[in-house]
Structures are given as structure tokens and as C-alpha cells.
């Protein structure tokens, strides 16, 4: 079992077009950075999500909460840490962390609540059963204390 939820973690190099005119990173863009590696995090599991044509259902984020702790500046790499902290029966919940990579100061940190969906009919459906099996396999403290989902 890991005390950190935050198990999966990719570098940003913040780009000068990712800032605003007051030269540092674009607030919604700390958004786009948690969001770009929740999708890696998500691929690694091995749903596919970034490829809805194959995706075994849609994921629509229904609330994001960011907490800004610190400004970030163009050509500064960008730590950003993800891991999921509560699996329900049709929604998940995904905490993020950003960093400067370099000097460790931290940037933003917060979390993002998921909905799976059916792609027809866009109402929410169960987690698909072998996502939530990667996700437990690699996070095992989200199954403590939780009945076994069925498909």
C-alpha cells in the first residue's frame, strides 16, 4: 500500500505561448497540464481514452478545484503528479499536484471528479471493469475497505 496517491508524474516545459501578458504560465493552462497527464495516466492504465473511436466509453469531468500556491514562468519545467483518490461505482476522483521541477517550489495543486459515460446514450455507466482493475492493481489502497464491483 502507498501513502501517495500521486502515483504517475510527467515533466512540462511551459511554453511561451502557455503564458499570459503578465508573463507567467496562463491560469487555465495548470488545468491543461493536470489534465494532459491525467490522459497519460489514464492510456498507461490501458482505457484508451485518447482514442474515442476505441474508448470503451467517454469520461467527462464534471468539477475541477485548482488551488494556485505559486506563479510559473515561461521555459520553466513543469512537474505535474497524478493519482486517483476515490473510486465510486461511475465516478472517480483524481488528485494532481504541479511543481517547478528544478527548485521543487510548488505551483498548483487539486483534484478533478470523472464520469464514465456511455458513448450513445451519454449517461453515466459503471467504471469498465479492467480499468478499475488497473487503476486497483496499481493504487490498492482505493479497494481497502470496498465491496468488489461487478462488471
Do not use: W
Not at 469531468?61 to 512537474?79: F, H
Not at 471528479?113 to 451519454?122: G, S, Y
Amino acid at each position: 500500500m502507498t501513502d501517495n496517491p500521486l502515483t504517475y508524474g510527467s515533466d512540462i516545459l511551459v511554453r511561451f505561448s502557455d503564458t499570459d501578458a503578465q508573463g507567467h504560465l496562463y491560469f487555465a493552462n495548470y488545468l491543461v497540464y493536470a489534465d494532459e497527464v491525467a490522459g497519460f495516466y489514464m492510456e498507461e492504465l490501458g482505457l484508451g481514452a485518447m482514442n474515442p473511436q476505441t474508448a470503451p466509453c467517454f469520461i467527462f469531468t464534471v468539477n475541477i478545484n485548482c488551488d494556485y500556491l505559486g506563479e510559473c514562468r515561461a521555459y520553466e519545467t513543469v512537474s505535474v503528479r497524478v493519482g486517483y483518490t476515490r473510486l465510486g461505482r461511475s465516478s472517480a476522483e483524481l488528485a494532481f499536484t504541479l511543481h517547478e521541477k528544478h527548485s521543487g517550489r510548488p505551483l498548483a495543486r487539486g483534484s478533478l471528479t470523472q464520469v464514465f459515460t456511455d458513448k450513445q446514450t451519454r449517461k453515466s455507466i459503471a467504471i469498465p471493469a479492467r480499468f478499475r482493475d488497473a487503476i486497483l492493481a496499481r493504487q490498492p489502497e482505493l479497494g481497502a475497505g470496498q465491496p468488489a464491483q461487478t462488471s
